[in-house]
């Protein structure tokens, strides 16, 4: 039986690994981005993504299953399309959809009839019934569409859950668009659980991600106090861990960074306002964690006794997550931005960034006053500052032990 051929707009983290799985599996997949320089670095087998394989890349491309593109076509035969945009925060901290809205015009510029369109992108509660579908079917003239959502789950880097173990949820606006997706996710998910409505998706997408947003800060208000007794927080955390049921391990932490636990709960304190619905936990959980970098920034600063400027510091990982090289919303980077405006100098190492800020990853130094563990990555060895007995702190959110007592 001939399979659908599947449009993905979007080729970022969610996107392209989508993109590999589908194809494997027998799709005829093209995958289209609007940036242009992505599309080439793909083309030819150039990718950062840490579950995409050069080799399968390339491989796909090659026996014709994958297509890489910048420019979508108008089919007359019906196809699956799949939204893998970034829906990030605007400067108000609500929700900024315009990549989102871009999605909804490419699709239905080219969109033909009986063709199902399934969104991978977080965002508010209602967002496939009232924005998607209402805006695909205004803007394309076309209203016999199916509609499903089946929110991403990716957890770049992680070795045990990938996209084909992590259980998929699966919501539709009918049981005719849930069925099409099940039988498209099939190929290539363990486990697919399907929901009564789209929007009980969607919401579960953001718990998610709220419920550590909200165990992070819980967490991190805990460091406070342990630091105040002058006890070790991982410590009280190792020892709460021995209780057999009832309790999670979290660990503090500089802050929350990538794109789902510092965005998702916005999302759902949207979701709930719009229904004029208080979110005071969830509210709270957001501020503490958004503020907590310049919290530690200040505990920095007590360090030099409020002598910090000239003082040479260097941070060990920048990204937002071990072995990932993810930039995104990663709260060191604000951290060193306050250091240098505060007249410190401050290098950073790390194997997985080439540049950032016209800066450029330097090797661990010893002539420095002070070394930062931030991202221990796999790839960093931290013999040198050992061997060198140079002061370091520890502000990685892992129970691991690096070789100095941790700092949070």
């Known amino acids: 039986m001939k399979l659908e051929k599947v449009y993905i707009i979007g080729l970022g983290y969610v996107g392209l690994p989508l993109a590999i799985s589908a194809a494997k599996s027998g799709y005829q997949v093209v995958g289209y981005d609007i940036n ?66 871009s999605a909804c015009e490419i699709i239905s510029n080219v969109v033909s009839n009986e063709s199902l369109v399934i969104n991978e992108s977080t965002s508010f509660v209602g967002t496939l019934r009232n924005f998607i579908r209402a805006r695909i079917i205004s803007k394309s003239k076309v209203d016999n569409l199916d509609f499903a959502v089946a929110p991403e789950r990716i957890d770049p880097a992680n070795k045990t859950w990938n996209l084909q173990s992590t259980p998929r949820i699966i919501g539709g606006i009918n049981s005719k668009s849930v069925s099409r997706a099940v039988k498209f996710y099939e190929n290539f998910c363990d486990n697919l659980i399907t929901v009564s409505e789209p929007e009980v998706a969607e919401a579960a997408k953001l718990f998610e991600n709220t419920f550590r947003q909200v165990n992070i800060a ?83 600063i007590r360090i030099f006794n409020n002598d910090i400027i000239r003082k040479n510091i260097q941070i060990a990982g920048i990204t937002y997550k071990p072995n990932v090289p993810d930039l995104r919303e990663s709260p060191i ?76």
């Open 218 to 300: 819980l967490v991190n208000e805990l460091s406070d106090i342990a630091q105040a007794y002058n006890l070790s927080t991982h410590e009280i955390i190792a020892a709460a861990s021995s209780k057999p049921y009832g309790f999670m391990p979290f660990y503090p932490s500089i802050g929350v960074g990538g794109h789902c636990i510092p965005i998702d709960p916005y999302y759902l304190t949207f979701s709930a306002n719009s229904l004029g619905i208080e979110t005071r936990v969830i509210s709270l959980a957001n501020e503490i964690n958004r503020m907590n970098p310049l919290k530690i920034l200040e505990r920095i």
């Open 36 to 101: 242009r320089e992505k599309v080439q670095d793909l083309i030819v087998g150039k990718t950062d993504s840490p579950d995409v394989s050069d080799f399968d890349l390339l491989e796909l491309q090659q026996n014709g299953h994958l297509k890489i593109t910048h420019i979508l076509e108008k089919h007359s035969e019906p196809g699956i399309y799949i939204i893998a945009v970034p829906t990030p925060l605007n400067t108000e901290l609500e929700p900024e959809l315009s990549m989102l809205d």
């Open 333 to 408: 980077l604000e951290v060193i931005n306050q250091l240098q405006t505060l007249g410190c100098n401050v290098y950073w190492h790390d194997p997985l960034i080439d540049e950032w800020k016209d800066q450029r990853s330097s090797e661990l130094r010893t002539d420095i006053d002070l070394g930062i563990i931030n991202t221990p990555h796999d790839c960093i060895d931290f013999t040198r500052w050992k061997d060198s007995g140079l002061k370091v702190i520890d502000l990685s959110a892992s129970a691991k032990n690096f070789g100095w007592a941790k700092f949070l």
